[in-house]
């Protein structure tokens, strides 16, 4: 078993975990043995996540579920394959969740001509539509749901008490970015 870097109480990020870039901030929250991952990134990322949380001493069979901060590819390509791998349920915006639904490539960003990406956006089912007010239960752990749209029109970000998750930011001079706790 790996010894748990946690970020926070409660909170493993991924990369963090691993000691390099896997993909995307993926988030695990967890209490006890209940957790759930806040997006996925790259369908190619997926087995080694899924692995990774396997040596963490995590329960496979205890993930509660997959959290989509948006659609686009780099966050959610994966979806498809970890629910399989993980047998979860996704939550998502309704918007998000049409576009992951019907596979759409073009406003997930999986296919841009002009930079020549054409990558594969898997369908994916979403059980778990969420929105502004919504609140994920995990155990203790409550993750109230914001709606935060700027960088895509279903963004969404996760409060658990005094911290804040989310996927892409969009800052005020209009850079889009995102905050690593763990990296300053």
Known sequence: ???RKLIFPNVIELNFQAGHIIGCNVY???DQDQWLLIDIGYQESVEEIV???RELDFPLQKCQMLVATHADVDHGQGFALA???LRTRLAAHPKAAKLLETGDKLQT???IEAQNIFLEMPI???EIPIDEGSVIELGQIRLEVWSTPGHADSQLAFRMGNLLFSGDNIY???CVGAIDAHHG
């Open 109 to 111: 960003f999986a296919e």
């Open 124 to 126: 994916v089912t979403t």
């Open 1 to 3: 078993m790996l010894e």
């Open 172 to 174: 005020r001079d209009g």
């Open 83 to 85: 629910k399989q791998m």
């Open 51 to 53: 692995e990774l949380i």
């Open 28 to 30: 695990l929250i967890h």
